[in-house]
C-alpha cells in the first residue's frame, strides 16, 4: 500500500509518462515483427528521447479515418525551469499512408501556464483533442519535483488548422479550457476525460479536494460545462481520504442513466483501493461503494479505467494482490447490489506488476488488456482473456522483451478489424535516463 504521506509527485510521473515532439512528418519504419499466437506483432513507431520524445504510456484514440492520437508526457520543448531537465510533453498524430503510418506531432507544450506533463485524451464531437496536464497551469501547488513547486494542472482542447497545411507541418492550436488550483477544485488531473451527450467533459483528479490525506488531498470527480465562451468547472464529489477512498486516477465511465462509475487506487476499509458509483440526487451526487479491496485473492490497488458492457456489468483489473501481480474482475448488478468475481489472477510477486490499465472487449465478448511486468522477460505482455463454460482462459499475445518492442505496455484500443494498438512506456533502447523510450505498436490477428 502506498503511503498516503508520500510526495504526490510520485503519482504524478510514472514510468507510463509520454514524450514526443517531432515537428516534421516521419514515415514510420516498421522495426520489428514478431508472431505469436496467431498474432502479428508489429512496432509502428520507436521513440528515440529527442525532439520525437519518449515514455509514451497514456494510451491511444482513434478518429474516424482510423488515424491514431495520443499525448507524449516527456520531451519535446526543453527549455526554462519547468521543462529543462525532461521536457513538457507533446500531442502527437500517425497517419496510414498505404501500407506505412505517417508521424507528425500536433502540438508541443511549453509548461508554465501552458501546461506540462499531459496525463489523459480523448477525441472530442468535434474533432479536437480535449485533455489534461497533471502539471503546469500555473496555480496552486500540487507537490514538488527536483526541488521546484508543482502547479496543478489543467484541462486543454487542440484544434486542428481550419484549412489544409501548405508545408509538412500542421500543428494544433491549444485553448486552455481550465486551470486547477488544488483545493476545492481538484489538482492534478489523470485520467482519461469523457462527454457526456449534452457536450461535458467528466474527469477525476488525483489531489485537490477535501485536506484529509495527512496532508495532501484526496482528490475529485469533476465535470467542465459550456459556460457563455469558457467552461464552468464542478467538482462532483471530493474524496475524504482513507476509508472514503484517495487517489481517483484512471477517470470515470457513465452508464445509460447517466451514472458514474469509477476506482480509488487507494483507501477503503482495507486501503487497497475501491470501485465506486456516483448517482445523481436532485442537485448533488450520491457515492455509493460497489467493492473495497483487501490486497488478498481479490487483487488490491485498481489503477485502470473501468468498462461497461452491454448488459450492465463492469470490468476491472487490480495491479497488486490475486495471486501475486494482480487481477482482472467482474461487477455484476443483482437486486440492488453487486457481485464480485475474479476472472483471472496474475502469478507472480515482483511488487506492482500486474495491470495498470483497464480491459477492453471485442464483439465476442472476449477481454484484452496488458500487464506492467509479467510475462516470460518480465517486461509486461498483451493478454487476451476468453469466456469458456467453466470459465475464462488465458493466453499471451505477446511477451515484450525489453529490447526493440519496449517494455510496460499502456492501455490498448481496437479498430472495426479486430486489430489492437497501444504503447510500451519504456525500453527500446538506452535512452532516455537509460530505460529506454517505448515504442507504439499494433497486433493484428
Not at 497533471?134 to 484549412?163: E, M, Y
Request: net charge negative; charged share 10%; hydrophobic share 30%.
Amino acid at each position: 500500500m502506498t503511503n498516503p504521506a508520500g510526495n504526490p509527485s510520485v503519482v504524478l510521473r510514472s514510468l507510463r509518462a509520454a514524450t514526443l515532439a517531432l515537428s516534421v512528418i516521419l514515415t514510420l519504419i516498421i522495426v520489428t515483427t514478431h508472431a505469436a499466437q496467431a498474432q502479428t506483432f508489429t512496432v509502428l513507431h520507436t521513440f528515440t528521447g529527442g525532439e520525437d520524445g519518449g515514455l509514451s504510456g497514456h494510451g491511444l484514440t482513434m478518429d474516424r479515418g482510423g488515424n491514431l492520437l495520443g499525448i507524449a508526457s516527456e520531451g519535446g520543448y526543453h527549455g526554462g525551469s519547468d521543462c529543462a531537465t525532461y521536457g513538457c510533453g507533446t500531442a502527437f498524430k500517425l497517419s496510414r499512408k498505404g501500407s506505412g503510418w505517417i508521424f507528425n506531432t500536433l502540438y508541443t507544450f511549453q509548461g508554465g501556464n501552458d501546461g506540462d506533463e499531459p496525463s489523459g485524451e480523448v477525441l472530442g464531437p468535434d474533432g479536437s483533442l480535449y485533455g489534461t496536464t497533471s502539471d503546469g497551469g500555473g496555480l496552486g501547488q500540487c507537490g514538488t519535483r527536483d526541488g521546484r513547486r508543482l502547479s496543478c494542472g489543467i484541462v486543454f482542447k487542440l484544434s486542428p488548422a481550419p484549412t489544409a497545411c501548405k508545408t509538412a507541418l500542421c500543428p494544433w492550436t491549444e485553448t486552455i479550457l481550465y486551470r486547477f488550483t488544488g483545493a476545492g477544485d481538484g489538482g492534478s488531473p489523470f485520467g482519461q476525460p469523457v462527454f457526456d451527450q449534452a457536450g461535458a467533459i467528466y474527469d477525476t483528479t488525483q489531489l485537490g479536494g477535501n485536506n484529509g490525506c495527512s496532508g495532501y488531498f484526496c482528490g475529485t470527480v469533476f465535470n467542465l460545462t459550456p459556460s457563455g465562451s469558457g467552461w464552468a468547472e464542478t467538482a462532483l464529489y471530493a474524496f475524504t481520504g482513507y476509508s472514503d477512498g484517495y487517489w481517483p486516477v484512471s477517470g470515470v465511465t457513465f452508464d445509460q442513466n447517466g451514472n458514474l462509475y469509477g476506482t480509488t487506487e487507494e483507501g477503503g476499509q482495507s486501503y487497497y483501493g475501491t470501485v465506486f458509483q456516483l448517482a445523481q440526487d436532485g442537485d448533488g451526487w450520491t457515492k455509493r461503494f460497489l467493492y473495497q479491496f483487501d490486497g488478498t485473492e481479490s487483487g488490491g490497488n485498481p489503477a485502470g479505467k473501468l468498462l461497461l458492457d452491454r448488459s450492465g456489468n463492469l470490468y476491472g483489473t487490480t495491479w497488486s494482490g490475486g495471486s501475486g501481480c494482480g487481477t482482472v474482475y467482474e461487477l455484476t448488478p443483482s437486486g440492488g447490489s453487486w457481485v464480485f468475481s475474479v476472472l483471472y489472477s496474475f502469478p507472480g510477486n515482483v511488487g506492482s506488476c500486474g495491470p495498470m490499465n483497464g480491459v477492453i472487449m471485442d464483439a465476442a465478448g472476449n477481454l484484452y488488456g496488458t500487464t506492467e511486468r509479467t510475462g516470460a522477460f518480465q517486461n509486461g505482455v498483451v493478454f487476451k482473456l476468453t469466456p469458456t463454460a467453466s470459465g475464462w482462459t488465458y493466453s499471451s499475445l505477446h511477451d515484450f522483451t525489453g529490447g526493440s518492442d519496449g517494455a510496460g505496455p499502456a492501455a490498448l484500443i481496437m479498430d472495426a478489424n479486430g486489430n489492437l494498438y497501444g504503447e510500451a512506456s519504456i525500453g527500446a533502447g538506452e535512452g532516455c535516463n537509460g530505460i529506454g523510450c517505448g515504442v507504439i505498436f499494433e497486433i493484428t490477428p
